[in-house]
């Protein structure tokens, strides 16, 4: 990193610290409700480094229902948005109707967190639309963690403001200077999205259905991946009895954010409305099918976020719940789910189950048949079952499906130039060690076989 990038790190951090350190001095705390033992230390050390007292800016709650409790008690009273850490899935619940309920009641009051493991898009997409701010993808480190929670606090420093600013006149029912602050956001971004969802809530509350549509149209064309707007749309036309620009607008939604089943089942009713009962039956259909696959999800990513807890202390019953885990995603299994995958092939390698992890990773491979990182890893356990030649080929394929993998760390380069070496192909084994040295000088491992086979 150059000098003057460094700077300009070194200031966006300092930035992001003073977001957060004065949030807090204006609402006191805090809200964090987890059961993962592992984040809630690093939120307590990220805070800890700029010199808060955690003691007093974390209020820690077991359950939703406690999280909404204390929303209740504390939220109308502050002056400032209250920032809430929601764990994704907490002993078999989602967080999904607790942070709908949150900002139906609180709106901009409140900034929503979730936190997870990796999940898929669609998942995400959901989680934002019932009215997450950000998304924390664990494990993530303290810096990452400091920026995460700044943006969520204050998106855009002076564009974030003045859109803040238009929203409370607009909650306050001020509709013209609400109209002029939106519209000043303009001059800062042009065709900004968010601005034009304003100005579409002030056409509405004038009772301008023409001007509301027009500027909700102009944000859904700003960003043709964010639901927001045509939620207003589906809204608008409710209201004005325009079943067709209604159903449209739903059915693009559904196809943005195919997990939501109530939306699907709310489209499966105006295909009835409209005496069409073939088209209503498919999504009623597709609504049972995304509810059986949240309720597998549900049952696999706690299985998952077992196993983790777990982790090195009993590998064997780590393995079990990995195991389990992938069976109870059943058909649903995707590319999204290549993780667990990865996590029970290395457990079962450290077991010396070499044979099981390259089955592991051939179911993975059904699933994903081009990812270079299932080849890579099934080039390992196949190495680790002395089977160098069969390892060879696979490291080939996953090069050639991603020649950047060696850059990715040294043992990568390390492991194929073994398998070369071990095949008695001493000159490519040299050109392996020598690009995991490129990657990392000093990884010792790469610099003795080296030294070994140049001697």
Partial sequence: MSNANRIKAEQATRR?????????????????????????????????????????????????????????????????????????????NTCLKTVKVLKSFYGDKVRLVVMSVEISRDE???????????????????????EKIAFAIRPNNQLGVLLDRAAALLAAGDLEQAGRV?????????????????????????????????????????????????????????????????????????????????????????????????????????????????????????????ARKIGDRDQEMALRFVTEAIAAKGDSLSRADLWMFNNRG???????????????????????????????????????GKDYDTALVRFEEALRLDDTLLGQGPTVGYNIATAHHRCRRIEEARRFLALALEVDAGYEPARRLLAHLTG
Avoid at 130 to 146: C, E, H, R, Y
Avoid at 250 to 258: G, K, M, W
Wanted: net charge negative; hydrophobic share 40%; aromatic share 8%.
């Fill in 124 to 146: 995400m997409v959901l989680t934002h639309e019932v009215g997450a701010d950000s998304f924390i993808t664990k494990p993530i480190s303290a810096n990452a963690l400091i």
């Fill in 346 to 384: 290395i457990l079962l390698r450290r077991q010396g189950n070499w044979k099981e992890a390259v089955e592991n990773y051939r179911k993975a491979l059904a699933v994903a048949p081009d990812d270079a990182g299932v080849h890579y890893n099934l080039g390992v356990a196949y190495a680790e």
């Fill in 182 to 306: 939106a519209a000043k956001a303009f001059e800062l971004k042009p065709g900004s999205l968010k601005a034009h969802l304003l100005l579409g809530d002030v056409a509405l509350g004038r009772g301008d259905h023409s001007g509301a549509e027009r500027h909700y149209m102009e944000a859904a064309r700003a960003e043709k991946f964010y639901i927001e707007p045509l939620k207003r749309l589906v809204e608008l036309y409710e209201a004005s009895g325009e079943g067709d620009k209604r159903l449209v607008c739903l059915t693009r939604l559904d196809e943005l954010s195919p997990l939501n089943f109530e939306r699907k089942v709310t489209i499966g009713e105006a295909y009835l409305d409209r005496g069409e009962t073939d088209r209503a039956k498919e999504f009623f259909e597709d609504a049972r099918r995304v509810v059986g696959k949240v309720a597998a999800d549900m049952v696999s990513e706690s299985l998952m976020e077992m």
């Fill in 16 to 92: 992001y610290e003073r977001i957060v350190a004065d949030s807090l001095a204006e609402t006191g705390f805090f809200v964090v409700c987890t059961d993962d033992e592992s984040f809630l230390r690093q939120l307590k050390y990220a805070l800890g480094t700029l010199r808060i007292d955690v003691k007093t800016a974390l209020r820690e709650v077991g359950d939703y229902d406690e999280a909404a409790t204390l929303a209740a008690k504390t939220v109308e009273r502050l002056g400032s948005p209250l920032l809430f850490f929601l764990e994704r899935r907490l002993r078999k």
